[in-house]
Structure formats: C-alpha cells, structure tokens
C-alpha cells in the first residue's frame, strides 16, 4: 500500500505511505528495514530508466525518502500504545546454529516446504511474457529490470523473515505471495484485457481453491484439527477425566490442546474448561488466574521441561498429585 501511494507523489498519498510504512513496521521491524532500501531501489530505478527530468524525479524521490524515514519515529510511538505487559521491542535474534546452520536450514525447509520449482517456473514464465509484451513496446529493458528489482527485494525480504525467526520457513512464506501478486500484476499492466476479466479471475481463483482443497467445510476442519498429530487423544481423554483446568508446557502443545478441550466443552454446552500456561499466556491472566487455588489441576507432558520454567514465570507453587496417561497432573501446594 506504501508502495503504491508513492506512485502518485501527493501529500495525501505520503501520508498514506507513511501510515502504511509505520504500521507495517510496528507488527514486525524486518519491514521496517526493508522498506527504505526498497523505496531507494524504485527511484533509483526511475533515474536510471525514466524520460522524466531528473530535478522533477529528484523533488519527488528525495520527500519520499524522508517521508518514509518517519515510519521508524512512528512505529515507535505505535509501540508504546499497549499497556506496558503488552508491549513490544525491536529486536535483532542471532540465528540458531550461525549463519551457515541457518542458509542450511532455511535452504532444506524452502526446497521441502514451498516447492521451488513450481512458483520458479512461474516467475520464468511471467519474465517471458514481459521479455515479448516489452520488445513491441521498446521497453524491455526497463520492464525486466523493474521487475527484477521488486523480486530482489520481496527475496530480501523472506531472508530477513528468516534470520529474525531463527530460519522457521513459515513466517517467510507469506512473501511468495508478494512475489506472485508483483509477477500477475507486471503482466497484467502490459497485455490488454476487458475488465470482466478480473472477475471471471477471481472467479477462476476461488475454483481453483475449491478443486484442490474441496470446498469449505467445518467437519474437515476438525478432522485436520484433531489429527494433527500435536495432541493425542489419550492426552485430550485425560485432560477431561481429571478435570484439568490448567495446562503447561511447549507452546505447540498447550495451544492445541486448549483449543481442542475447549471445543468439545462448546460442543458440550459448556464455558472454557482449559487455559494455558505457556509463552503467550499473559493475554488470558484475568481468565486463568480467576480460578480458585483450590480447583486448580494443572497438567502437563511427561518429561516436559518447559512446563516448570512456565508455572514458576505465572508464580504457580504445585506439587505433584499422579500420573495420568501420557500427563502428569499437579496440584498447588
């Protein structure tokens, strides 16, 4: 949106860009680091490319350049909007076993998990098409390069996802989208079409969905749920057999489980029966923390490390009751 706002260099649009930059950069500060350089790389690309006179592409790029230079003063002030338990800090998080460890690691989760080989067949065929559109414009120079500068910095952008996330591949993911929607969007603005096209297109794209997906349906979505391998239904038996009313322990475990024992108590007519002790926990403090010291059962996984550093940050003094299944159930003391 930033981006786009900049297209037209007017003081509602830079407001808009700034805005857009700034919030941007308060969900997650790899943005905010991208975002300059990428700004930097259009109008560099325009002086190089543009017929317009350089002191006209000059007044426009260097307010851009400032204008975007707000969003990191501004995403600042964004951040202290959250009580002080909520709020967030921009921080640099080495990646775990050093940078070789993280282009091996990152490098293994994208050849498994994204299938580069289909979205890179597609980028090659949308430079293809742009390398025939461009040539009987006269422009193929500058399509591809302004092309190639925006995939470069989508790029940049997953390998900055992927060092600030220690390589977990699923938060870079969302870029691809990026990428392709850049891609569509250079061919789109360069072969002529009917505008019912891009309904016939949306369309197309919610069949598409349905064909590979099947179509929308809860059922399903509870089936993936349950068999997601996360939580067992030994552990989900047990959470309700002993009445548990607290679980502790690693993040994708708790979470899980919170929601499918919550689940079946909705199902069931019933409240919240679960909370969870876990990173992300503070959230629910008023919930969990409401239910009396007496009733409190608190479970965790058998061998579960984490469980104890988690119930000591939350100030819960338990004392071992049994075991249960493939749960330990505690009690407070």
Not at 70 to 77: D, E, I, R, W
Not at 149 to 175: D, E, Q
Not at 304 to 324: M, P
Request: charged fraction near 15%; hydrophobic fraction near 55%.
């Amino acid at each position: 949106a930033g981006l786009l706002a900049l297209e037209h260099p007017r003081p509602c649009h830079w407001l808009l860009a700034v805005v857009a930059f700034a919030l941007a950069a308060w969900v997650n500060a790899a943005i905010a680091v991208l975002i300059l350089p990428v700004v930097l790389a259009v109008g560099v690309s325009r002086l190089v490319l543009d017929s317009t006179p350089r002191r006209q592409q000059l007044r426009e790029l260097v307010p851009a350049v400032g204008l975007v230079g707000l969003t990191y003063p501004l995403a600042k002030v964004l951040m202290r909007i959250p009580p002080p338990e909520f709020r967030t800090t921009w921080v640099s998080v080495p990646p775990v076993g050093g940078w070789a460890g993280l282009v091996q690691t990152s490098a293994a989760d994208f050849w498994q998990e994204l299938s580069p080989g289909v979205w890179l067949g597609f980028l090659a065929a949308v430079v293809a098409v742009l390398l025939v559109a461009s040539v009987r414009r006269k422009d193929a120079r500058g399509n591809l390069l302004q092309f190639v500068l925006l995939a470069v910095a989508i790029i940049g952008y997953i390998v900055l996802m992927a060092v600030l996330f220690k390589g977990r591949w699923r938060y870079a993911t969302p870029a691809l989208v990026l990428l392709h929607a850049a891609a569509v969007t250079a061919v789109v603005r360069r072969i002529p079409f009917r505008r019912w096209l891009v309904a016939v297109g949306g369309v197309g794209v919610v069949a598409a969905a349905v064909v590979t997906f099947g179509p929308p349906s809860v059922e399903q979505v509870r089936h993936d749920l349950r068999h997601s391998g996360l939580v067992s239904a030994d552990a989900l038996r047990v959470l309700a057999a002993e009445d548990c009313t607290h679980v502790a322990g690693d993040y994708w475990f708790v979470w899980p489980a919170v929601f499918l024992r919550n689940l079946d108590a909705a199902d069931a007519g019933e409240g919240p029966q679960l909370w969870g002790l876990s990173h992300r926990s503070w959230p629910t403090y008023p919930q969990w923390s409401a239910v009396p010291p007496n009733r409190r059962r608190i479970a965790f996984r058998t061998g579960d490390a984490s469980a104890a550093t988690y119930l000591a940050q939350y100030g819960f003094h338990t004392r071992f009751l049994r075991d249960s299944g493939p749960l330990q159930i505690h009690v407070m003391e």
